[in-house]
């Protein structure tokens, strides 16, 4: 018997100011799948993530099937970390980890751990450096490490790889299919790079217009669309 | 307390301290800086990673006003902290409820607040000069080591081990919270709790300080320690630690001028702590430098 999803939404209704952007939108994120969304530039993808979290207001159902402690790991598109502030990879991992505040220190046990954490996103040794010197891709790494542990039982990625480069990228995906289909994460990513969708993707939602149309890549990633995105235009009508 | 202003009396007498130990009031004041600093040095550091040094200056605004409406209320003008926390709290509480529910940036909303407090407050003063003397008022405006008595020292114990008790739990998850609400929001932060329990925190600090720093002056403690030590810190620790030690000179420091030049303590410990400000200031231009 197939799992039950992990998130499920139904008759989703998602407005901005006075203006409905996604209606009756409808989409479910099995365990170990990895479903992405694509859609134009201001079409409710990032807001749909921010709905999933309780951050936006909306109308219709988001479930949440639970089957074991529940974790939502995030990335964020943009961290909207003040770059002056003097917040270390350590202390900003921490922060979630340990319950001493980090003010106080973070131990050496936990550094080993943090350290190890960092390997596993390509970034080890980077513990002591302040979060605002790091590089657009070295910070989304570093997110995609808080993201990542605990092993989240649904995780949401914002155009994770948008800072990465080419051998970041292979990484990152390698990363993201060993945390889908080895340890059972489902996975919600917000991506417009589609070859990178049709590496990835077990489920594609497009949003456009308001309305949404999910399915396998290669139906709903069509030669049309691809050349519309490759484009900067509109997308197809669905 | 009296045992120990006699001791302090004695010692300065023999030469061990110095004369103005003599005075009992220096010492309450020296107390009461030695409880302010770590409290508003520690506070002032999350008040700035959280961008709300805006907001700090229209809470000392607002508690100029709450004291003129305690006072008009029949509260005594050495203890109107009912009016203060109060019109404070409430202050503090609607600027957050509308910045939550409303489109306006933060600053603009702000603004609004500050205006319609400051303006309240003065006229109100005008009724408020007219019971007591512009003196007696300026003191609690501007800051006066005079004012200062042991119950207040005592509620400054209390209310600091509290607050700072209370940071310390929710410590991780305020700077979280502040880094980006998002990402807090996803590792479990109640962002709304932290908003609103984190501004009742600066509100109740700010209350307790405003006897030494004074009403007006009040902003400054709770932002330029954070900002001198950001020129300097490069971990939250560090962060954190010069902040306390940047609030700690600056309030002994001031406590000292102010004795010495007689000028109001809140006007002399924003002076040293400015001053500081800048000296970290071209400290860490000179790291950059020598970095290069």
Same mark, same amino acid.
């Given at each position: 018997m197939q799992d039950p999803p992990v998130l499920e939404i139904r008759n989703l209704t998602l407005l901005r100011g006075n203006r409905v952007i996604l209606a009756a939108a409808a989409l479910e994120v099995a365990p170990r799948g990895i479903h992405v969304l694509v859609g134009p530039n201001g079409c409710g993808k990032s807001t749909l993530l921010a709905a999933v979290l309780g951050m936006a207001e909306f109308t219709g159902s988001i479930r949440l099937h639970w089957r074991a402690g529940g974790r939502i790991g995030y990335v964020p598109q943009?961290? &909207?970390? #003040? =770059? @002056?502030? /003097?917040? @270390?990879v350590a202390e900003f991992l921490a922060l979630t980890r340990? =319950? =001493? /505040?980090?003010c106080f220190g973070v131990g050496r046990a936990r550094r080993a751990a943090l350290d190890e954490l960092l390997a596993r996103v390509g970034m080890e040794g980077f513990l002591r450096r302040p979060l605002g010197a790091l590089s657009g891709g070295e910070l989304q790494r570093v997110l995609l490490a808080n993201a990542i542990d605990p092993l989240p039982e649904l995780l949401l990625l914002d155009e /994770?790889?948008? &800072?990465? #480069?080419e051998s970041a990228t292979r990484s990152f995906e390698e990363l993201l299919l060993e945390i889908s289909s080895r340890d059972g994460a489902a996975v919600l990513m917000v991506s417009h790079d589609l070859a990178q969708v049709r590496r990835l993707a077990d489920e594609v939602t497009l949003i456009h217009r308001g309305g949404v149309r999910s399915g396998p890549p290669a139906r709903i990633i069509s030669g049309d669309l691809a050349e519309s995105l490759a484009l900067g235009a509109d997308y197809p009508a669905s | 307390m009296t045992d120990f202003y006699a001791w302090t009396a004695a010692l300065s007498e023999r030469g061990t301290?110095?004369?103005?130990?003599?005075?009992a009031f220096f010492v309450r004041g020296l107390l009461a800086v030695l409880l302010l600093a770590p409290l508003l040095g520690g506070i002032s550091h999350l008040v700035v990673a959280r961008r709300m040094s805006f907001f700090s200056a229209a809470l000392g605004h607002a508690a100029l006003t709450g004291l003129t409406i305690g006072l008009l209320l029949g509260e005594p003008l050495n203890g109107a902290y009912g009016g203060i926390f109060g019109f404070c709290s409430l202050a503090a509480l609607a600027m957050v409820y509308i910045k939550r529910h409303s489109a306006l940036p933060s600053d603009t909303l702000i603004g609004v607040f500050l205006s319609v407090t400051l303006g309240l407050g003065i006229c109100l003063l005008v009724a408020v000069t007219k019971r007591f003397n512009i003196h007696q008022v300026e003191a609690v405006m501007f800051g006066s080591l005079l004012t200062v008595t042991d119950t207040d020292l005592l509620l400054l114990l209390v209310l600091g081990l509290t607050l700072v008790t209370v940071l310390a739990v929710i410590y991780n998850a305020l700077l979280l919270d502040s880094l980006d609400h998002t990402t807090g929001r996803a590792a479990g932060v109640r962002s709304e709790f932290i908003d609103y329990l984190f501004v009742m925190l600066l509100t109740a600090a700010i209350i307790v300080s405003i006897k030494i720093i004074g009403a007006l002056l009040i902003e400054a403690m709770v932002v330029v320690p954070a900002a001198a030590a950001r020129n300097l810190a490069r971990t939250t620790r560090s962060y954190l630690a010069l902040s306390i030690v940047a609030a700690l000179a600056a309030g002994i420091g001031g406590l000292f001028l102010s004795t010495r030049f007689l000028v109001p303590t809140g006007g002399a410990v924003v002076l040293v702590l400015s001053s500081l400000f800048f000296v970290t200031l071209v400290g860490g231009w000179m790291r950059s430098l020598i970095a290069k």
């Open positions: 943009f961290f &909207g970390v #003040d =770059r @002056t502030l /003097p917040v @270390t340990q =319950r =001493r /505040p980090v /994770p790889a948008s &800072g990465l #480069d | 301290l110095p004369e103005v130990f003599r005075y």
